[in-house]
């Protein structure tokens, strides 16, 4: 089973406009954290949101929020007022830490394609 | 400006060579890695290293092999025994491993063999 699943189809959005962006995650570990990372058409990695599996709160940075729903096991990016910059690969990512504690690798979900039109 | 640098940007070469990509990063940070990302698919960690002469395989770690003898550097060798190595390559690093750590990226070598 795949650990992140992002299933949607290329997104569109307009310039100033919210998008929601999916992701999904599978682990039986109740410690982990997940990651939202950028990717323009550079091919550069850019970290923009973090929430631990314990957060009692969604994070936010920025136009970034994470809507976190832990019986769901859904961690969506909501991206506020849209700009033409946002036009990227979005990843979805989950780090799982195991019952020894011992820290795991980082899993990438295969990403979603954001366009911004003007 | 710290951060992590990759080169070069583009490489080309004949199958059956064993090439070295370059990692290099200013940041101070104990964890390493190294990923592979194919046209339309996430990435996959290839190898990764906590500390200083230590590493340890990722999901795909056949045909690659890495050191790791100074803080700030870990190249990633493809070797020939690799069979589709034709892919872009991501370098990162963390402070240190840990759920909450986020990864910084490089900025990529695109590998290409024929």
């Known amino acids: 089973a795949q650990k992140i699943t992002q299933t949607q189809p290329g997104m569109f959005v307009q310039e100033k406009e919210a998008v929601t962006l999916d992701c999904t995650y599978d682990?039986?570990?109740?410690?982990?954290?997940l990651f939202w990372y950028k990717q323009p058409s550079s091919g550069e990695m850019i970290f923009l949101i973090y929430?631990?599996?314990?957060?009692?709160q969604n994070a936010t940075e920025g136009r970034y929020s994470l809507n976190f729903q832990k019986a769901r096991k859904s961690a969506n990016l909501v991206i506020s007022a849209s700009q033409l910059g946002d036009s990227a690969m979005y990843f979805c990512?989950?780090?799982?830490?195991?019952?020894?504690?011992?820290?795991?690798?980082?899993?990438f979900g295969k990403g979603i394609t954001l366009s911004v039109r003007p | 400006d710290g951060g992590i640098t990759q080169s070069p940007k583009y490489l080309f070469r004949k199958e059956g060579q064993n090439v070295t990509l370059s990692c290099e990063q200013n940041?101070?940070?104990?964890?390493m890695y190294w990923y592979r990302q194919d046209p339309g698919q996430g990435l996959r960690l290839i190898y990764y290293?906590?500390?200083?002469?230590?590493?340890q395989k990722g999901d795909i770690a056949e045909g690659y092999s890495v050191s790791r003898e100074k803080k700030e550097s870990f190249p990633l060798t493809v070797t020939s025994a690799q069979k589709n190595p034709t892919a872009f390559y991501l370098c990162?690093?963390?402070?240190?491993?840990?759920?909450?750590?986020?990864?910084?990226f490089g900025p990529g070598t695109r590998l290409t063999v024929t």
């Open positions: 940041l101070n940070h104990d964890a």
């Open positions: 990512a989950m780090r799982e830490v195991g019952r020894t504690g011992a820290n795991s690798k980082l899993t």
């Open positions: 290293s906590q500390i200083v002469n230590d590493f």
């Open positions: 990162a690093s963390s402070i240190r491993q840990g759920k909450a750590y986020e990864q910084y």
């Open positions: 929430q631990g599996s314990y957060d009692q």
């Open positions: 682990t039986s570990d109740p410690s982990y954290g």
